[in-house]
């Protein structure tokens, strides 16, 4: 059965720091552009980061470049999000997603998405 498990979400104060990851279960990740997208209360989920599966190309959305940085281990199945100078407006649950094999990145989400963690709380707060 194909899986994606996130953890590391929590709350954290502004300027904080945390590292989420999406660790995948039951197909190899290798073939697989990997995103992160988030939902705040009350607001559509929107994309944040995407990794592409044979280049390993990185995209990121506006409101987190230069603050972001996805990364994948495919020894270990898992890809990453580090997250620095959280702000309160990145306060949302966090979602892994993953495509059929093969796709692509489109911009910084996956061209197609077929596989969803169930999310992670990241609240920035003080």
């Known amino acids: 059965q194909l899986q994606l498990v996130e953890s590391g979400g929590g709350l954290v104060q502004p300027g904080g720091s945390l590292r989420l990851s999406c660790a995948a279960s039951?197909?190899?990740?290798?073939?697989?552009?990997i995103g992160w997208f988030r939902q705040a209360p009350g607001k559509e989920r929107e994309g944040v980061s995407c990794?592409?599966?044979?280049?390993?190309?990185?995209y990121y959305a506006d409101s987190v470049k230069g603050r972001f940085t996805i990364s994948r281990d495919n020894a270990k199945a898992t890809v990453y999000l580090q997250m620095n100078s959280l702000k309160p407006e990145d306060t949302a649950v966090y979602y892994c997603a993953a495509g059929p094999p093969y796709y692509h990145c489109s911009g910084y989400v996956p061209s197609s998405t077929r596989y969803w963690g169930q999310g992670t709380q990241v609240t920035v707060s003080s």
């Open positions: 039951g197909f190899t990740l290798d073939y697989y552009a």
């Open positions: 990794i592409g599966s044979s280049d390993g190309g990185t």
